[in-house]
């Protein structure tokens, strides 16, 4: 076959299996929002089909051959061009793939499934012991697949976080993250012997779910969200699902006594759903169009969520929406009520944290599961090393094991080496936001005047429309013109805190 | 390949095949109730994938030869026994896809979800001529399909007609038909001369949707609808949606001063449900599992539309939880309330229209796309007949072709063969729903006290259960005891009739 018969024949297998990937995606969407009791059964045998169906496709040996075929005749040149991206793309998806054997496959989707549904129970009920024999079961399947695609250096779990955060090692993010640790560690002894303290009661009030969803559609949608080609919707535990072009769709969660975590956790998803939204179009459906990595995706919404959503100038703008919303808001106050909404105050719950201690949850989560998959923690011995991790880092001991080594659901799901991703798009956003601030001006003013299009308008250039053409230490560099690196965030932190402190002063 | 080995291969292959088939079921739920106008482009693109996948999966060469393997070890005998049931759908399922090239199921499953969204969009905008596009490419393709599925005697037409409703023909079909038509149009001319009519604002009032949603809730609760195995969403076109065991999915809409049409539809969709829901779940994704025609489907929902929804006994029990969510609907009186209910007065839309006209509605659009798809007709001419026959039947003139040709979405999607099963559906009530009285006496007391169950369960045991056991007039046959005929449902009208003639009486 020709060149460039082979790669026009790769392109439309590549959508095709997009357009099965994308219908199963509205699977796992309905499954959060819509699916009735009654039907979670159908549903996990229709997922497991259309899974099958996938591993198939990317495995077929005819795929690879032609593959081969359009490798072969690629000419050299261009690293960055579209094609060079697709075929790198294939490629490492069908080796990646076929290096599983179809039975481990399978028996992992499987594990995953049943896993977070044995999760949701005993979460519920507290159950540990419950959970524990779904938990062996998973980190033994794991460890399994991380030797199968492991390439022979470092530790296998690189494996697993490669598969989230192409490119990175355990031992690469242990370099940022014993440096980020820290720092978080200073910050957090100097603001537990602060004297003052903002009033929580502050942000509580009346807020019922009509309000909080007005509200929150205000939001999102003057921050750029496209409700023409996306959803707000209800789940338990809030995700953006990216069914296709012009269609993404996020989901929120209402708290009826204050609107503060349906909001930020609405905004952190519009974040992912603005990059969603911002990929190339026109390469949907291949390598090229897809998003670079877990911590890129983070990184958009970690940056709408706090840099943007607790910044000033972003409660010039929206205080008075908020008190139009909830009219018991007025008596707060802007000064205190962004004080109380930027507050550092550590929590038990990773998704309750502020962007300070926000970190230390995942680097304790990090340091854990390389351990898990690396042998030297059984699953057993789980909860004690949990709870040590809590008392060091937060002189905290979680009040039971759902508060504690329960709380997140990636474990159940069998998504090891996810976490890392986390923290490493806090210190890819505020590289990002510095930039975008030097080259566009103090935002203060911008978004006191609503006009968050500018921002937008830069992540769209320099990382939405990339999609996959670089690997995320590449567009960081290529952006910022820096290295990724935790220097960035520790001053954006520092200016916060400095920030706090004096307007936290007697 | 062994008998028993070839049938459990086919068993697997059926069930897989359905797995995906209810996952592109899901795609156009959604497509209906949740998705997001720009989102309209990757939904025909993802559909497209999902029909071109089924067809290969359906034309496959080799699931033929395992299926032809079985069928000559398949021991002679019972007819009806499951695997001769499901051999024979097999059979039928592969004989009529293998008839229509790929490319041209590919072309009309992009049509069809294409079709449906110029459609809606024409439909807002009175813009027939925008629509015409898309109809004349849809009859053209539906010509060719009806063409390539033809088995040679009769008309082309039939080949779409058997695809809802297997074996019948539009001769058969007409026989029916005609003395439906006479029998109709000499009821509507004593309707129109008799002196009193009840007063139509005696059904208008205030009706929040929330109140109607809770009263429709409570009703289709109340007939058996399983809300732990079902939705109730919202819909510009009301539809049922059953996507496997334990999750069927209705939808309704709302009038804003009226719940009538809101309700009477809701219970309609509701009765396809129970249908759904009654269906072998053991035979799930197996020819006989599936409900054996469009036709039977219609009769189970007009039977607890109409025959059950606008009975004496039914509005006995529900009057009262009709006035504590309407409140103004006391000053009405459950006499007048009934009378007004079961009005027949001729309306220019179908689905707006009582359960006499109704069959009218549908004899008109069988007459006009059997000319179509005959190439009798054109659809630029489409309008003028429309009006033509609305006319004739009604003395009616639609006000525009939003209200008249553009009203119903079944064509705009290629659903031509779909009608004729909506009038036989009515024949077919009556017979299921006279033998059922005769079985367990006058329904008015039972439901009265609320009591539907027995019917459900006659309907279960009789209709549901049987699946794909039986083709419907043997169906009909063996569950009453008669040939599928008129007389049993212009006996029931006329009875109706006698009522409101005497209730109506100064």
Redesign the interface.
């Known amino acids: 076959m020709k060149y460039l018969e082979a790669y026009q024949w790769l392109l439309d297998y590549s959508k ?1 299996t997009a ?2 990937e ?3 995606g ?2 796992h969407w ?1 499954q959060r929002t ?10 996990s ?2 997922i ?3 899974t099958s ?1 996938l591993y198939r496709r990317t495995t077929d040996p005819h795929f690879a051959e032609i593959l081969g075929e359009a490798e072969a005749g690629a000419s050299a040149g261009d690293d960055l061009s579209d094609e060079a991206v697709n075929l790198r793309g294939w490629r490492r998806s069908f080796d990646r793939s076929t290096r599983i054997p179809e039975g481990l496959a399978v028996a992992l989707a499987k594990a995953g499934s049943q896993g977070q549904l044995a999760w949701q129970a005993a979460r519920k009920a507290n159950d540990w012991k419950g959970f524990l024999v779904f938990l062996k079961n998973i980190v033994a399947l794991k460890r399994e697949q991380a030797q199968a695609l492991h390439g022979g250096e470092g530790e296998i779990y690189d494996a697993l976080i490669d598969d989230f955060d192409q490119g990175e090692t355990a031992e690469k993010i242990e370099g940022l993250f014993t440096k980020l640790e820290a720092a978080t560690l200073r910050w957090l002894e100097k603001i537990e012997s602060a004297p003052h303290k903002p009033d929580p009661d502050l942000l509580r009030g009346p807020c019922p779910a009509t309000a909080q969803s007005a509200f929150i559609r205000e939001v999102i949608g003057g921050l750029g969200f ?6 707000l919707d209800f789940s338990a535990h809030p995700f953006t699902s990216s ?5 993404v ?1 996020i989901t929120t969660r209402f708290d009826s006594d204050s609107f503060i975590k349906g909001l930020f956790s609405s905004i952190h998803e519009a974040g992912h759903a603005l990059y969603a939204h911002g990929l190339p179009q026109n390469h ?1 459906g291949t390598p090229r169009g897809e998003p670079i990595s877990m911590a890129i995706h983070e990184s958009q919404s970690r940056l709408w969520e706090n840099m943007v959503g607790k910044s000033t100038g972003f409660w010039d703008h929206f205080y008075p929406v908020a008190c139009k919303h909830f009219p018991w808001l007025k008596k707060t106050g802007k000064e205190q009520f962004l004080l109380a909404v930027n507050e550092i105050r550590p929590s038990p719950i990773r998704t309750e944290a502020d962007e300070v201690t926000y970190n230390l949850h995942i680097i304790m989560r990090f340091k854990l599961e390389r351990m898990l998959i690396g042998a030297q923690l059984e699953p057993d011995e789980l909860p004690q090393a949990w709870n040590e991790a809590m008392e060091g880092y937060f002189h905290i001991r979680p009040r039971n094991d759902s508060e504690g080594v329960m709380q997140d659901v990636h474990w159940s799901s069998g998504a090891f080496g996810y976490f890392p991703g986390y923290a490493l798009g806090n210190l890819y956003a505020a590289q990002f936001y510095a930039k975008a601030q030097k080259e566009l001006g103090d935002p203060r003013q911008m978004f006191a005047a609503g006009e968050f299009s500018p921002l937008l308008q830069w992540l769209r250039e320099n990382v939405h429309s990339q999609g996959s053409r670089f690997l995320p230490r590449d567009l960081v560099r290529r952006a910022t013109g820096g290295e990724l690196e935790v220097d960035c965030f520790i001053d954006y932190i520092e200016k916060k805190n400095d920030w706090l402190a004096g307007a936290n002063a007697p």
């Open positions: 095709t357009y099965y994308s219908a199963l509205l699977l309905d819509c699916l009735p009791a009654a039907g979670g059964a159908h549903r045998e229709q497991a089909a259309m169906l496209d409700f023409e080609a996306g959803r069914i296709g072009p012009g269609d769709r949907w």
